[in-house]
């Protein structure tokens, strides 16, 4: 039984499979975004040791930190499920468990995971910060604000991006689980294709080579943003 | 609540979900020691910038490093086969899904566990080197008296990280059909018709796993005295 | 004009100062001396409330606050009377020698900018790093950094600046440049209170020396007063450790 690779049907599920690039872009892109907001307000909570509330948080952070994210989505799904339909009837909601988008259980889901390394990734770059800078913008009679955006975040950044591009690229990869939860993106859509035929390396192997594409992407990006946002870091170049 | 959840299915799953922890520790094992012995050979063949090889390891570093793991799994699982019958006509369809998975997660480990040790060893200075010659050492001694301990202390905080990046992909395993720890899970929810108990369970498992190996890597850190670079000038 | 009124302050047991009590005249050059640990550069950091000291009265110009219950409102207003070079220099990183001057003048100080770039130079040239000016703190040596953190001082044209041991973190070739700056400054008027080790800088530039001890000020006066001919024990028993080694004529 020779294997005949397709390689005209692997051209075809490579366009399929970048047409659900926007799919990977919503499952990461999103979860990014808005786990850049809660990973920062969970980072200055315990950076400012706002008391108990930081101690949660940060028993949080380490639980989630090691808890795989496909028991973070199966769970976030059925207990979303079994919640509403248990709920939406005592409270006459015309809802059902049907009604609930798997890409939106599958964005929450990849948001929590974000923010909880999002989090992780803000400490790690304000600390970078030495205390002097702090020190210095409030001698020259900053308010705090001012100092943050003026002097603290433009040196946190260059710490940050290539930690958000690692991220990001953890995002794009973590994405393929939510195929598990019934989401349509790259990998179910290239293999819903390959169902009539059975050509699931092809399928697999198209799916494979835009993820990678994307990451190189990112990858690529990072550097040029890197390179752009650290010039004052350089001596001797003037 | 309790249609939500069952506190009594959730405790009855752990005995059921630890009888198969052995599976999932075997995985990682083996993709830890199979993946530091490929990686540090692609690390070595990079940092000497062999020919050719060192061209043809950082794309497979990077392809490998830019594909999700599931989508890994089915390439080695579907691929292989076709492979191992073009090069050496011979059929390897029956062998255990295990071997097959044990495969993936090895390749996998072996691209992430290379960068660790390239860096590693990159970042040890090139004056401890030649410190080591000057001194008499061989290439050999000079590696393993000089860089090597100290590669090890650079690379630790990273390859601890790893070990439970790892374990928790593991996660993925069952999709192939192997029963450990999530695998097993589906076994019990076709009994019970409900699975979220099980899932649970299974999360705090991986968390207690997890966090036995970051303070197993933070305890050797300590000894080795490994530094965070965290923050400060003075 | 300025006044400390018992101010104290404590890092957890331990009290670090225990009642200052001190009273600087418009336009004096305040030099303190003292052994590491005795509490001036807490004295100092507490007087731009980088520290919070527990307890006391500030008045810095025409603002006043007791440190007991103090707004942030107030902290602001005493950072923008007073200013600070640092031992480290803490120059903006982010920053080039130039915009270091002009972000205090326009983000602190709402100035527009055409006034702040002109103020900046002026400054800048005054510390002798005119052609630096695009330069960022990492290309810079450790006295061109001192400088330029003077000059950032200097813009703010503040009631007061107050000096961190500026010049202890330098190399030794690299104090003359930085002392000669200062003593320029002081000979302008400019109220300014100094910690360092450098005797021949308090001996030829203070208008009164502040000698510092377990936290409180023990013996002050004119400089060759408490150089020369020291009441109290303790500060002959320092100034005998430092000037056979520092006292060498210029």
Redesign the interface.
Known sequence: MG?QFDSAFFVYELIVAIKYIPVVLLLSVVPLAVGMILGSAIAVVRLFKVRGLAQFLAALV??L????????L??LY??LH??VD?VAPKYGLALSSKDISYTLVAVIGLSIHAAVYLSEVVR?AL??????QYEAAYSVGMNSREMLYRIILPQALPVAIPLLGSNL?GLI?????A??ISVVEI?NATLFEANSNYK??EA??A??LI??????LVERIVAVLEARVSVYGKGGVV | ME???SFSLFIDAFPKLLSRLDITLYIVLIALIFGLLIGSYIALVRLYKMPVLSQLATVYV??I????????L??VY??LP?LV??LFHVNINRWDTLIFVLIAYIVNSSAFLSEIIRSAVAGVEVGQTEAAYAVGMTRWQAFRRIVFPQAIKIALPALGNNI?SLL??T??AY?LGVIDI?GVIKAISSNTYR??EA??A??II??????LL?QTFKRLEKRLGTKHV????? | MIEIKDLHKSFGEQEVLKGINLKVEKGEVVVILGPSGSGKTTLLRSLNFLERADKGEITIGNVQVNCKHVTQKKILEIRRNTAMVFQ?YNLFKNKTALENIMEGLIVARKMAKEEALKISHYYLEKVGLKERADAYPSQLSGGQQQRVGIARALALNPEVILFDEPTSALDPELVGEVLSVMRKVAKEGRTMIVVTHEISFARDIASRVVFMDGGVIVEQGRPEEVLLRPKEERTKKFLKRILPAADYSI
């Open positions: 294997f380490i639980f930190r090691g808890v795989p994210l496909l028991l973070q199966t769970i059925l207990a079994l919640g248990a790690t600390q970078s910060v030495p205390s002097g690229i990869k973590g994405s393929a689980i195929s598990l990998v699931f390396l697999y192997l799916a494979a993820y990678w594409a994307l990451c190189v | 249609n939500i959840f990077s392809f490093r830019g594909i999700p793991i599931l989508v890994l089915y390439i579907i691929g076709v019958e073009g439970v928790k992909d996660s993925l999709t999530i699975s979220l899932y649970a299974a999360a991986f968390f207690v796993l997890s966090l970051e965290v923050s400060g000038q003075e | 480290l």
